[in-house]
């Protein structure tokens, strides 16, 4: 059974940093490109960032560019969003996801862990 | 970056009723190898996100026929016949033709 387990969300204040993790198992990790996707509350969803396999390869939503860092270790099965310089608009459920296809959909999701930016 | 417009916010509905959500882009989603990047996810409380179609019509592994995905070029539409209590949830669409991927507003099916 597929399984995405976010950790590493809480509270944090407007600048600092902050670094999510994601577990994956059920498959073989290095086989897919997986992603960060996020929700504000009461929001819709938004795209954060893309990685592919052996993580050569890394894709940035406007809004995280240049501030997040997407990264993996196929080692541990693990996928990370290191958040840096971080404002209150970044409040939101951090979801993981597995790509399908090479990046066409998102097959999976794990439950999400909730970041707070907030002094 | 490519615009997805789910016009309606909310939809009410009567449990066995059909209906129709559907998602405008801003650009064509047809790329050259002949298929439309674009997929369905419900999202439920409690739940995880499930993705529910994929290249416009594709339903994923394990979801009732009952939901159909259609459309082509820019118009996109995912219908569910004979809606089930389980699924009054809320349903977006993603593009990932082209980075940056983007995700329509969503739209809440709600019980009438």
């Known amino acids: 059974e597929v399984q995405l387990v976010e950790s590493g969300g809480g509270l944090v204040q407007p600048g600092r940093s902050m670094k999510l993790s994601c577990a994956a198992s059920?498959?073989?990790?290095?086989?897919?490109?997986m992603a960060w996707v996020r929700q504000a509350p009461k929001k819709g969803l938004e795209w954060v960032a893309s990685?592919?396999?052996?993580?050569?390869?890394?894709y940035y939503g406007d809004s995280v560019k240049g501030r997040f860092t997407i990264s993996r270790d196929n080692a541990k099965s693990t996928l990370y969003l290191q958040m840096n310089s971080l404002r209150s608009e970044d409040t939101a459920t951090y979801y993981c996801?597995?790509?399908?296809?090479?990046?066409?959909?998102?097959?999976?999701w794990g439950q999400g862990t909730l970041v707070t930016v907030s002094s | 970056q490519i615009m997805l417009t789910q016009q309606a916010e909310s939809l009410w509905i009567s449990p066995g009723e059909r209906v129709s959500i559907t998602c405008r882009a801003s650009q064509s989603l047809l790329y050259t190898d002949g298929k439309h990047y674009l997929s369905w996810y419900q999202q439920r409380p409690g739940q995880t996100t499930k993705a529910l179609i994929y290249?416009?019509?594709v339903r994923t592994d394990g979801v009732p026929t009952r939901f159909i995905g259609s459309g082509s070029g820019t118009e996109f539409t995912l219908s569910i016949e004979h809606v089930q209590p389980e699924d009054f949830a809320i349903y977006y669409c993603l593009q990932t033709l082209k980075s940056p991927l983007t995700f329509g507003s969503g739209t809440k099916l709600e019980i009438k």
């Open positions: 990685i592919s396999y052996e993580g050569s390869s890394t």
């Open positions: 996801a597995r790509h399908e296809d090479g990046g066409d959909w998102f097959a999976y």
């Open positions: 290249h416009a019509s």
């Open positions: 059920g498959f073989t990790f290095s086989d897919y490109y």
